[in-house]
């Protein structure tokens, strides 16, 4: 291993580029051979693998390989993720990686064949691109070292396009290759791609489909589904019990859950020591201080937990705009950076090496009642009709609305769903009239036009619509999907040696949720059944009973209120005339509007946010440009075999 530069780095990875005549692996910060390195490398002959994140199920694993490698391989397999996929790959193939189960991007370089192998986990939990440079391959879990040129020159409208008509609230990374650069390609969560070095082709596989794995749950009660899911969940956080750990307790079912769960495994000697709970308490804040409540009922029934109450009257939505990270594309949550920041923070100068969240319950168990739609598509008018009743008696509202909304609406014509007025004026509706389809005022006509926009917001409608077998499939493998990627984990808790994990997104978790039946999950008068029955004994009544938890509407107007000088600024000053994206005047009328208190919809403000993060994120583009890492560390492989054509 050779040094390379003492200098700081501002990112934490590593790129590998492979020529005619060798293979490079460069990293940007730290990187080990034990389970706390977020950043693992292991060499075995003229092979060699690099991960970024964690594998989890590790003694699953190395019993189905360990006799079949070296005694040197097989030994650094039980601590070294990178030694694990590189066992795993030299063993069985293509199939071994597959088989990994963890939060990952991973590089292999096969030197005995002269392949370059990249994968990401389902989830994508950390970023993966590729691109050919300078007669090279190269794959990096950073796009500054595959630019070259002017980087202004290189933006891609069509990203641009597809990132300001998110569905819904937005989501982390485009469900594409295409990234903000034009020659940068994007390895897709659950995706291999394969570099042979001889014929100089790329091949990429889609080696995870979530509808093939859904698993077929054969419990008949909520008690014996509600057992069978805590099992999982209680695994899915025991293998994240990584080093000192650190969990978000908000006082909601999910975080807390989780939060609760990690404390008992550091009670029975898991992990390093006992885990540490992050609480954000509000006292000025007529909502939120509400849920100080709950942090305290479950901090009454935790073992194995040291609790952090952090004061958050002044942790305010949009304070991340004053100083983001400088981040390869623009951040869809940039407006709730701060807070993250903050938590991470926290956990960091606390010496944490893992930090536990409470995302993804919602997405699977958490369901609206889809199966009437399911039911209406079979022909059972009536039986819809009925379930409508019922889950409008819970819900206290009309049952037309309930059979309309769960029922109708999925089976209407898509042009009928967008819109006759949004699709007359090809995709652009009023401010107040936002949709998760529908394209903002202050996008302008030539440029939504050029760049197909309309396209994405039908497209998008038809996936949540009816992308698979069952419309509960549909909506909760559309919502799962969004989550994909995670900017926070990469952008702020990695450069700090902090690994973040949603233990609610362990695929075997969501291929439980999803196997388990309608009449299960979604009960009428009853939030997140299932999570409510796995957590009985686990969880305060007053935090499994809850109908709803608080939103945070003082902290999104407050911020906005706080930091609208310095987003109008923004606007103003950001060069994106060339694009021929953004009419200023209308942006700035709605950013007024929004800071007064005015705006209410949030479906409009998402609009609204996500143009923003645009702005800023070009603002940035020159101190991006000149900010490229040099590597802190460089090895050298055996040579590739000679091309034999072009690319």
């Not at 390609?185 to 394969?194: A, H, S, Y």
Request: aromatic share 8%.
């Amino acid at each position: 291993m050779n040094s390379v530069t003492e200098n700081p780095i501002m990112h934490l990875g590593f790129s590998v580029i492979s020529r005619n005549h060798q293979t490079e692996f460069q990293f940007f910060g730290p990187h080990g051979t034990d389970p706390l390195s977020l950043v693992t490398f292991h060499q075995t002959g003229n092979s060699a693998a690099v991960v970024m994140g964690r594998i989890y199920y590790r003694d699953e694993k190395l019993r189905d390989i360990v006799g079949q490698l070296p005694v040197e391989l097989a030994d650094a397999a039980k601590t070294n993720d990178a030694a694990l996929a590189l066992g795993m790959y030299l063993t069985r193939g293509r199939e071994g990686l597959i088989s990994l189960e963890g939060e990952y991007s991973l590089v292999l370089w096969d030197g005995r064949q002269g392949i370059l192998i990249g994968s990401r986990d389902p989830m994508g939990a950390y970023p993966l691109f590729w691109a050919e440079i300078d007669g090279a391959i190269a794959l990096s879990t950073h796009m500054r070292p595959l630019v070259r040129g002017s980087v202004r020159g290189l933006i891609n409208p069509d990203y641009l396009a597809e990132f300001l008509m998110p569905p819904g609230t937005g989501r982390e990374e485009l469900d594409s290759e295409r990234c903000i650069f034009r020659n940068v390609n994007r390895v897709r969560p659950g995706t291999i791609v394969e570099a042979n070095m001889s014929t100089r082709t790329v091949q990429r596989q889609v080696y995870w489909d979530w509808p093939s794995r859904i698993a077929t749950v054969t419990a008949r009660t909520l008690e014996e589904v509600g057992q069978q899911y805590l099992d999982l969940l209680r695994e899915a956080v025991r293998q994240r019990m990584v080093g000192r750990v650190t969990a978000h307790l908000s006082g909601g079912m999910d975080s807390t859950a989780i939060a609760l769960l990690a404390g008992r495994l550091a009670s029975e000697g898991i992990g390093d020591g006992p885990v540490h709970g992050l609480s954000l308490v509000y006292e000025k804040l007529s909502i939120l201080s509400r849920e100080t409540a709950y942090v305290q009922a479950a901090l009454r029934v935790a073992t194995g937990i040291v609790p952090h109450l952090i004061n958050g009257d002044n942790i305010l939505d949009y304070d991340g705009f004053l100083d983001p990270p400088l981040s390869d594309e623009p951040c869809p949550w940039l407006p709730r950076l701060g807070m993250n920041r903050h938590l991470v923070n926290v956990g960091a100068d606390l010496g944490m090496h893992t930090m536990m969240a409470g995302i993804g319950a919602d997405e699977v168990v958490d369901v609206p009642p889809a199966h009437i739609s399911d039911l209406l598509k079979r022909g059972h008018l009536l039986a819809a009709w009925r379930e409508a009743g019922r889950f409008s008696q819970a819900m206290n509202c009309n049952r037309w609305k309930v059979f309309s909304a769960n029922g109708l609406a999925s089976l209407l014509p898509i042009w009928l769903r967008y819109g006759l007025r949004p699709l007359l004026r090809r995709g652009h509706a009023g401010w107040s009239n936002q949709t998760g389809h529908t394209i903002a005022p202050w996008i302008r006509p030539d440029f939504a036009r050029r760049h197909r926009m309309l396209d994405y917001g039908l497209q998008s409608l038809q996936n949540i619509s009816r992308k698979y077998s069952t419309m509960r499939w549909s909506i909760s493998l559309f919502a799962t999907e969004s989550r994909r990627g995670d900017m926070s984990r990469m952008w702020l808790a990695a450069p700090r040696g902090l690994h973040v994990t949603h233990p609610f997104f362990d695929p075997r978790l969501v291929c439980f949720g999803l196997g388990i039946p309608s009449h299960l999950c979604c009960i009428p008068g009853q939030q997140k059944p299932v999570l409510a029955q796995a957590t009985r004994g686990l969880l305060p009544d007053e935090i499994r009973n809850r109908q709803r938890k608080g939103h945070f509407n003082e902290v999104t107007f407050m911020g906005l209120a706080r930091n609208f000088q310095a987003l109008k600024q923004l606007v103003v000053t950001t060069d994106a005339d060339d694009l021929g994206l953004i009419d200023k005047t209308v942006l700035l009328d709605c950013l007024h509007r929004a800071s007064l208190g005015v705006a209410t919809d949030f479906r409009g403000l998402d609009r609204m946010d996500q143009t923003l993060a645009v702005l800023k994120w070009l603002s940035n583009l020159d101190a991006w440009e000149k900010a490229a890492a040099t590597p802190t560390d460089v090895i050298h492989l055996a040579a590739a075999q000679p091309s034999t054509g072009p690319a």
